[in-house]
């Protein structure tokens, strides 16, 4: 019997339909449209980017390479409102499972509408990532491999509950040229600033930003498959590019996405929360494009070096949504990954006051006022810590009792 497999983009971009155009080709080219069952699910939001359901609906010749194709917007929980009442959630866990929070809620709203349907696996993509890589070649050129991504994931399935690929490209959505705007003594204090509330910032991510554009590595993938790296008491996970055996969710083994309302995080708190859980890095490769510089990439045409990105109004817009999301998302990870209450609080005052020192000096340089706002996001998201906490609970409870139940 063949395996019942959705995937899944939650996306607010009007490039969705260019990059599952190229999912598509993947997925013929490898022979997943043969011998998997396949379905795609879009968790889409039109607020995002001001668009229309209707920029997120998919050409003809890219639906009929799938079973089925479900549009999942903005009132898709309301839909989801029957299993409240059939498995007796409390509104409190279904509102933090379920109702807009971003793309935790989206990717829930996803992973049940796949539970429901008898999927056995689902594998998460995101809208900015390509379904293939860079690798340096012998003339200082990129040689680009498109890979089998389903296939890596599938077989790595067979052994643990979640899988998780390898990003290439911009690691994250941070301008390269930082360097010519902030000195190095901020670009450093910001790093140990955030970091000591991230799984992933350090006092050098932002020291040389050139170096967060990533290409492929054939030694590191001959490597793989192998466990996923834990830092900070996280297992690393990023938005796309991961799977699920729903057979282990059904089993309780596996917790929901959560963030605080606003906060990005989602992927580190649930990392945080999966000590117990068989994680393993495969050898499916993506190429992460958050500034959207690559968009050919999604149609086969691939460029023969990768530039660094300017500081500009867009890149910095970008660059300043994330940084607000990180700040918002600390002190609900340290909650999770630090025990000792009294750590916890020290390393937030510390945090507090660098922000608040740098957060002038972030907006003067790089020209863009958003940046002061780091450290009154802070304090906002301490002082609604133990709601936060206890919504995760709450989110928590309700998920295991409907997952058990389907």
């Not at 810590?385 to 009792?401: G, H, K, S, T």
Request: glycine residues 12%; aromatic residues 10%; hydrophobic residues 40%.
């Amino acid at each position: 019997m063949k395996k019942q497999v959705h995937l899944a983009f939650c996306s607010g971009r009007r490039t969705l339909p260019l990059v599952a155009g190229m999912l598509a080709r993947n997925l013929v080219q490898w022979g997943h449209t043969a011998s998997c069952d396949l379905s795609l699910t879009i968790a889409y939001d039109p607020g995002f980017q001001g668009l229309s359901p209707l920029d997120f609906a998919l050409p003809g010749e890219v639906e009929r390479q799938f079973a089925a194709v479900a549009y999942l917007g903005p009132g898709a929980q309301s839909q989801l409102a029957w299993l409240q009442r059939s498995f007796g959630l409390e509104e409190a866990g279904f509102a933090a499972l379920f109702r807009s929070r971003g793309y935790s809620s989206q990717k829930n709203i996803a992973l049940a509408h796949a539970l429901l349907a008898g999927a056995d696996y689902l594998l998460f993509l995101d809208d900015d990532e390509y379904l293939a890589a860079p690798f340096p070649g012998e003339k200082g050129q990129l040689e680009w491999e498109e890979g089998d991504l389903l296939g890596a994931h599938l077989c790595g399935l067979k052994q643990v509950a979640i899988t998780h690929g390898v990003l290439t490209g911009y690691s994250s959505p941070v301008p390269t040229d930082l360097d010519q705007y902030l000195a190095e003594e901020v670009r450093r204090r910001l790093g140990l600033a955030l970091g000591l509330g991230s799984e992933f910032i350090a006092g050098d991510t932002f020291v040389r930003p050139r170096e967060l554009i990533r290409c492929g590595d054939r030694d590191f993938l001959g490597q793989l498959p192998r466990p996923l790296v834990q830092a900070r008491g996280v297992k690393l996970l990023s938005g796309g590019n991961i799977a699920f055996d729903l057979g282990a969710m059904r089993a309780g083994q596996i917790p929901p996405y959560f963030n605080p309302p606003g906060a990005r995080g989602e992927d580190a708190l649930l990392g945080a929360q999966l000590e117990a859980v068989a994680c393993q890095q495969v050898p499916a490769c993506i190429f992460h494009d958050p500034f959207q510089r690559y968009l050919g990439i999604a149609r086969g045409e691939y460029p023969s070096q990768l530039d660094g990105v300017g500081v500009g109004p867009e890149t910095l817009e970008r660059f300043c949504r994330a940084f607000i999301g990180w700040v918002r998302y600390a002190p609900l990870l340290l909650r999770l990954t630090v025990g000792d209450a009294q750590e916890r609080e020290e390393r937030l005052e510390r945090m507090q006051g660098e922000l608040d020192e740098l957060g002038p000096a972030l907006a003067r340089g790089l020209g863009w006022q958003g940046f002061a706002k780091g450290a009154e996001e802070l304090r906002r998201y301490r002082g609604r810590l133990e709601r936060d906490w206890e919504d995760l609970q709450r989110a928590r409870e309700a998920w295991f009792r409907l997952v058990r139940g389907v």
